[in-house]
């Protein structure tokens, strides 16, 4: 499994944080790679306007002094650390949302920005209803999907969003369950 995959069946090494000793990884997933285009291809858009669009802003705007050279150097630095964290931050809240079907249960691991996180679960044995949805070209093309679970009680329902191959995931949680009914 490389660092980027966004769709592991069985996937060797991976661990979290609460897996007990006896516990699989059955399914390893993350958002379809695809839904990073459009941020990417608007920090590239981003990173060539200090090129192109300031120069013929500053010779079509007659400005009444002169600008010094160190504003504009400084002015275009922080564009680009602007920039930088744009993408970082983007990268990142793909990266880590992730989510795991073990044998036993489900876990959605989601990263809000650098300092939280939030981990919900359930157990398999909890699961009502499973059911996806792929909506739009793009999704179609692509083969991802949303995937809905829903669990009994006062446990919150799992949405996986823009996984790849919804149909494999909803499979596998659905096996798992039957299984779990079946040895009860």
Do not use: C
């Not at 192109?52 to 007659?62: C, D, E, I, R, T």
């Amino acid at each position: 499994m490389g660092p980027l995959t966004a769709f592991a069946v069985r996937p060797v090494g991976v661990r979290f944080e609460t897996q007990e000793a006896q516990e699989q990884v059955m399914l390893f997933l993350r958002q379809h790679m695809i839904v990073n285009v459009p941020w990417a291809v608007l920090a590239i858009v981003l990173l060539m306007v200090p090129s192109v669009l300031f120069p013929f802003a500053l010779g079509l705007f007659k400005l009444p002094f002169v600008l010094p050279m160190g504003y504009v150097i400084i002015g275009t630095l922080f564009w680009y650390i602007a920039i930088f964290g744009f993408v970082l931050g983007n990268f990142l809240g793909w990266f880590f949302n992730i989510y795991i079907v073990t044998n036993q249960r489900i876990i959605d691991i989601d990263f809000i920005h650098l300092l939280y996180k939030q981990f919900s679960e359930a157990q398999v044995s909890r699961i009502q209803d499973i059911s996806y949805r792929t909506k739009g070209l793009l999704p179609t093309v692509f083969d991802f999907g949303d995937v809905a679970i829903q669990t009994a009680g006062e446990l919150p329902n799992f949405h996986f969003d823009r996984v790849p191959h919804p149909d494999k995931v909803v499979d596998t949680v659905g096996d798992l369950a039957k299984k779990y009914k079946k040895n009860l």
